[in-house]
Structures are given as C-alpha cells and as structure tokens.
C-alpha cells in the first residue's frame, strides 16, 4: 500500500457542486499539506496542518477549506467548485525533526470543473 | 511570499547529455534545497537534497551544485537517459518548503 493515499484519482464535477478530496497516511507523519498544481506554476500550497488541532492557510487558500480528522487523515473541501479550480491536487507528508524536512506526496487527484 | 524561481520550464536533450536545471532563492534563512522528480499520473518524489554547508552532492548520475553567495543551486544529470524524462522541481526551505515552477525534461534516445 501507497505510504500516502489520495481518493479520488480523478474527478469531474459541475461548477457551483460541493467536492472533497480525501487523504489519508502511514508514515506516521504530524504534518499533512495540500498543494495544488497547474502547468508553469509548480505547486503552490492551499493549506497545510502540523498536528491534529492545527490548521493554517497557504498562498492560496481562497475557496477550499480543510479538515484534519486524525493524526492520518486530511481532506481538502471546495464548497463551490469553480472552473478555474480545475487542476492537479496533491497532498503530502512530513516529519517534524529537523533531519527529515523531505515531502511524501501522494499520488495526486486530477479534479476537472465544467 | 517567497519565492523560488527556476529555468528553464522546459528542456530536451540527446540521451547521454547532462541537461542542467537552475534555481534561485531569496531567503537567506532557508537551510534546505531538495529536488523532487515527478513522472506523469504520480505524485512528485525526493531525488536529492543539499543543505548550505555544502558546495556539492552527488547521488548517481545526479548532481546538486550550491552557491550560497548567489542564493542559486542547480541540478545536473549525467549521462541522461530517456528514463529521467519527467518533470523535475527544485525547493527551498525548512520545514516549511517554497517550490519552483517546474521544468519538464525530455531525453530523446
């Protein structure tokens, strides 16, 4: 099993409908983060989360909300999907030691707005 | 928000070339510079990583190259193959990262 794991993988949804993307862990990590991917802008955070009562905003946090279940499990509302929404979302991992700054990403759900 | 800028978005090269990725940093406070590689359907994966006390780090046919006074690092693939083709991202942080835009990279046989 995928050490971080996204559901769904893809997913088409009408403008102005309710969507949640859900992710869920193994490695044990504290801190869960959202990103978003679009072609020629990398990826750019929407939300990110150090422990279970933690939540902050990223760069682009407009739009999407999130809930951090448990200490595995962190999912990334819209709740009014919008076209230009349309993109790669990735959720990803860390440890909090200074020794293990590196992300474990999931493998991503394409999300398509019409 | 700070950022990370990286060249080129794009690059093609002949397999055995070293295609060279370039990044650039603002924070001087960011103390750790990871590449990730990422192939098409799956998600962005660590290849290597370099803090500042360091000019260099080989891994394989993988190179980073720092240069703190420039705030750039770059990444150097040896003898390229068509198996490195995907799209790689250069980061900048701590334990909070600033990713740059990308540069998808093809290796022609």
């Known amino acids: 099993d995928a050490d971080v794991t996204q559901t769904p993988r893809n997913r088409i949804t009408k403008t102005g409908k309710r969507i949640m993307l859900e992710c869920s862990q193994t490695?044990?990590?504290?801190?869960m983060y959202w990103y978003r991917q679009d072609p020629g802008l990398g990826l750019r955070l929407i939300y990110y989360?150090?422990?279970?009562?933690?939540?902050n905003k990223g760069e682009i946090s407009d739009g999407y909300s999130v809930s951090r279940q448990a200490q595995a499990k962190f999912s990334l509302s819209l709740e009014s999907a919008i076209p230009n929404q349309t993109a790669l979302y990735f959720c990803?991992?860390?440890?909090?030691?200074?020794?293990?700054?590196?992300?474990?990403f999931g493998s991503g759900t394409r999300l398509t707005v019409v | 928000q700070q950022q990370v800028k990286q060249s080129p978005q794009s690059l093609i090269v002949q397999k055995g070339g070293i295609p060279i990725i370039n990044c650039a940093y603002e924070?001087?406070?960011?103390?750790?510079f990871p590449w990730y590689q990422q192939f098409p359907g799956k998600g962005p994966a660590l290849l290597i990583a370099?803090?500042?006390?360091?000019s260099e780090k080989k891994e394989g046919r993988f190179t980073i190259s720092f240069n703190k006074s420039a705030k750039q690092f770059s990444l150097h693939i040896m003898d390229s193959q068509p198996g490195d083709s995907a799209t790689y991202f250069c980061?900048?942080?701590?334990?909070?990262?600033?990713f740059g835009g990308g540069t998808r990279l093809m290796v022609k046989p």
């Open positions: 990803a991992t860390s440890g909090a030691d200074t020794a293990n700054y590196g992300y474990t």
């Open positions: 490695k044990g990590h504290d801190r």
């Open positions: 989360s150090f422990d279970v009562k933690d939540i």
């Open positions: 924070n001087t406070a960011f103390d750790y």
């Open positions: 370099i803090r500042p006390d360091v």
């Open positions: 980061a900048a942080g701590g334990w909070m990262l600033t």
